[in-house]
């Protein structure tokens, strides 16, 4: 008779809008409750923490990671803001704990590379946010670009950015987005840079410029209206990043785009072109032009009824975040290594951190990691 495999014990570290929204990890867990178990939370507001329990069905709340990993768990999700994952995710490393964290990685490539030395030695997973590989359409663009949809690739451009947490009624104090050790970048450009590089392959250069667009920002709405917010990081960034042998993308990451239609990227290539379309378009997610989409004639076509690039299944649809935890699990199930992997993260921190090397210096970077 088939075995039943044991659920993956998970605690969670923050109970913070990233854990609770509705895109967050937390709301669709119950989908997948036969292979992941929440065993506990830990969040230093110890009120906000027990809601968030109760809320989603977590037995055991605590204040502190240190008290997290007390109980029987066999991995830990990293929530906490960015300047703080490297010293909480060494710390779930380095206690025998598979480890999901949200993005970016850690704030330094040494950083970075200190985490995966633990987990490499200990035989521990790291799964890093941002989830856009597990996507759909993200691993569609992927193969159609590996198979040669559109032939030799040309350049990308890809666009990662909105109005920022001032200007679109952010429900958590919006200050932090615009200081050292956050801003545009390592927010939003990180999602662009990962859809890049998950569908292109690895960056050999980066050239970027950035700048303060205002020296301050007014809150827009949400609980924070008309909170006057300092900006001391660079809140408009654009990179060209070299993918080697004349591929190239463009690549922002700012927080100036109150609206747009273009799509989230358009890549062009010698026999067509692939659009990856944003969410709120009436449009497929992925559409592609081919010289010879019927004989004799070029035209678009949506790649789902291209019968040689099958459309994957998307389980970001079902579970929002929480498919980072999914992954984790089939991994572990699996003994396969990771798609969102930390490897990917380090390279795409590699990248935010050239680029800011790159707009200070004047000068183009090169790439020192891949995955």
Same mark, same amino acid.
């Given at each position: ?45 110890? *009120?906000? %923490? &027990? ?6 069905? @977590? !037995? ?5 990671? #240190? =008290? /997290? $990993? ?23 490393? *380095?206690? %025998? &704990? ?6 970016? @990685? !850690? ?5 970075? #590379? =200190? /985490? $995966? ?255």
């Amino acid at each position: 008779m088939p075995t039943t495999q044991p659920r993956l014990r998970v605690g969670v570290l923050g109970a913070g809008m990233i854990a609770t929204i509705g895109y967050g990890y937390l709301p669709h867990l119950a989908k997948i409750r036969d292979r992941v178990e929440l065993a506990a939370i830990a969040n230093r507001g110890i *009120e906000k %923490g &027990r809601a968030v329990a109760e809320a989603h069905g @977590i !037995a055991r709340v605590v204040r502190s990671l #240190d =008290e /997290l $990993l007390t109980f029987d768990v066999d991995a830990v999700v990293n929530l906490l803001p960015g300047p703080d994952h490297f010293a909480a995710s060494k710390r779930i490393l *380095e206690s %025998g &704990r598979h480890l999901v964290t949200e993005k970016p @990685i !850690a704030s330094s490539l040494a950083e970075a #590379d =200190e /985490l $995966l030395d633990i987990a490499d030695r200990t035989g521990l997973y790291v799964v890093a946010a941002p989830a856009d590989m597990l996507v759909s359409h993200w691993r569609r663009a992927r193969d159609l670009v590996a198979r040669g949809a559109i032939g030799k690739v040309a350049f990308a451009r890809v666009q990662s950015s909105h109005a920022g947490a001032a200007g679109l009624s952010w429900p958590v104090d919006p200050r932090q987005f615009y200081q050292e050790g956050v801003g545009a970048l390592l927010d939003l450009g990180v999602y662009g840079l990962t859809q890049a590089t998950g569908v292109l392959g690895p960056a050999r250069r980066v050239s970027a410029m950035s700048g303060i667009t205002v020296q301050q920002r007014r809150a827009r709405g949400g609980p924070f209206d008309g909170m006057t917010i300092p900006v001391s990081t660079p809140d408009n960034n654009l990179l060209l990043v070299d993918f080697g042998d004349a591929t190239f993308a463009v690549v922002d990451g700012t927080y100036n785009v109150v609206a747009s239609r273009s799509p989230r990227m358009e890549i062009f290539g010698l026999e067509g072109t692939l659009l990856v379309n944003r969410e709120d378009v009436a449009a497929p997610p992925v559409e592609l032009y081919r010289l010879d989409a019927a004989p004799g004639l070029a035209g678009w076509i949506t790649p789902q009824t291209y019968e040689i690039f099958p459309a994957p299944a998307d389980r970001f649809a079902e579970l929002a975040r929480g498919v980072l935890i999914e992954h984790l699990a089939d991994c572990v199930r699996d003994g396969v290594q990771p798609i969102a992997s930390g490897r990917h993260a380090r390279h795409v921190l590699e990248l935010m951190l050239a680029a800011e090397q790159s707009a200070r210096e004047g000068r183009v970077i090169d790439m020192v990691t891949t995955f």
